[in-house]
């Protein structure tokens, strides 16, 4: 039953997600469009809900609880993003908005994006470690709580590698590739005058024809 509510909230959300951004950008509806996109938080409420109800009714506790919380949580810390990401997109295709910037690839600027989202699973651990403790607590002594500590274990196991991961972008920062400063070097000049950028980065052609 759990696991079916998981499978059913994450269909839900996609759903409520490309509904929103239709009506937003294509039926030109932005208030339908938000009411829609601001349904995606009951689909986590539902999924609580139904959780607490297996509990009550007796229930043993199992990795399946832990999934539901762990989905919440992960849904918390990091559903916003991809729902920004995804309007983002959607604005630039069918609202006539500007592309949405890249995230940075190189050096200390992509150490502190990476940095960014690894709080977001920060929040999305301690989403689902409030609401795994809050199971431990419901059920007490009357079942086996031993899987839903298991859990909260392994959701900052994963945190923990997580920020690990994070920190090597800090410790040995990805380094941009040789000719890239030149290519936005250009891209600047052309952006400010086209005409002159063969002056400018490339010398100009013609200079060495006058020579002849």
């Known amino acids: 039953m759990i696991v079916t509510m998981i499978v059913v909230c994450e269909v839900g959300f996609w759903v409520l997600l490309a509904a929103g951004l239709t009506a937003r950008y294509l039926l030109r509806m932005p208030r339908l469009g938000a009411a829609l996109l601001l349904c995606e938080p009951l689909?986590?409420?539902?999924?609580?809900?139904?959780?607490?109800?297996?509990?009550?009714?007796?229930a043993e506790p199992s990795w399946r609880h832990g999934l539901a919380a762990i989905y919440i949580g992960y849904t918390v810390g990091h559903g916003h993003r991809t729902v920004?990401?995804?309007?983002?997109?959607?604005?630039?295709?069918?609202?006539?908005?500007?592309?949405?910037?890249?995230?940075p690839r190189y050096?200390?600027?992509?150490?502190?994006?990476?940095g960014q989202i690894w709080l977001g699973t920060v929040v999305a651990g301690s989403v689902a470690s409030a609401l795994l403790l809050a199971a431990v607590w419901y059920v007490g002594d009357a079942g086996d709580v031993s899987k839903l500590e298991a859990s909260i274990a392994g959701v900052w196991r994963a945190v923990g590698i997580h920020g690990l991961i994070v920190l090597s972008y800090t410790v040995w920062p990805k380094r941009e590739p040789e000719g890239a400063t030149g290519e936005k070097e250009r891209s600047a000049v052309a952006a400010r005058d086209p005409e002159h950028v063969p002056d400018l980065l490339v010398g100009h052609p013609g200079q060495d024809e006058k020579k002849v």
Request: net charge positive; aromatic share 4%; charged share 25%.
């Open 43 to 58: 689909l986590e409420v539902l999924l609580l809900v139904v959780s607490a109800i297996d509990l009550k009714n007796g």
């Open 107 to 114: 050096g200390m600027a992509r150490a502190r994006h990476e």
């Open 84 to 103: 920004k990401w995804l309007d983002g997109h959607a604005a630039h295709r069918f609202g006539g908005a500007p592309p949405p910037p890249k995230p």
